[in-house]
């Protein structure tokens, strides 16, 4: 599979980056990384706190050909991918430092529409941009932001990071390519239609009782807002 990964310094929005080169043909999956964001988009028009060291600031340009409403599931499949990372993650640390899961009391959720959670607390966000042809995506771009370094003061409230829950601190560079890794295999399920059998995933996240319960919560806008950005 072709992945290119482009990492940046710093630049206005990894999301607008990724868009620009989406127009400019780049093809899938082209990963855009950056240190730090002077831009960071939230969804529904917020900002999204991404200073240097603090967090993972990435965008993966996809053309997956896939129909709307499948499309519309992609920022929670994309949070499966986010939490699995996350896992990954911590299991790793409980390892190195030898502590046992119950100590870290880290509990990994999702929250619908596609917010990660730990112990109540959001410490990542994804933002779905797509433009469209018809009735089929030209290219969507999901947008990640996790939480990692950052300190208390630095965040919104009800925001927490890796370093508030664990007491330590992570080399954001170093962990990033597992979250490739997750993403990567998460959007081949995906483009092969096994929608479900991800949703299944997510109900592990106790992101809802049931993947009915799912689909309706995403038929409600009312209930979502607005979970892929058209441009
Ligand atoms: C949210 O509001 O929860 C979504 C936050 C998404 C933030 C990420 S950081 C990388 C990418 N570039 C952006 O400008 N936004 C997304």
Redesign the pocket.
Known sequence: MYIKIIKLDTV?????Y?SRIALLNAKEITVVY?NS?S??????G?T?M?AAGK?????FVLRPQNNLREINYLPLISALAVAKFLENVLDLMQKEHKKNKDETKTKIKIKLP??IIINDK?I????VEAKTIGKKPSFV?V????NVNSLKEELPERATSLLLETGQKYDTEKVFPKLIKEMVSVYADFKKGKINSLLREVLNFKAAGSVEEIAEVFNNKKKTGEVVHFV
């Open positions: 206005d929005s990894t999301n607008n990724a950056a964001q831009c960071g988009k939230g969804r529904m917020r999204w991404s967090g993972i600031y990435v965008s596609n917010d959001k990542a966000g994804i933002l771009i947008g990640i932001g996790i």
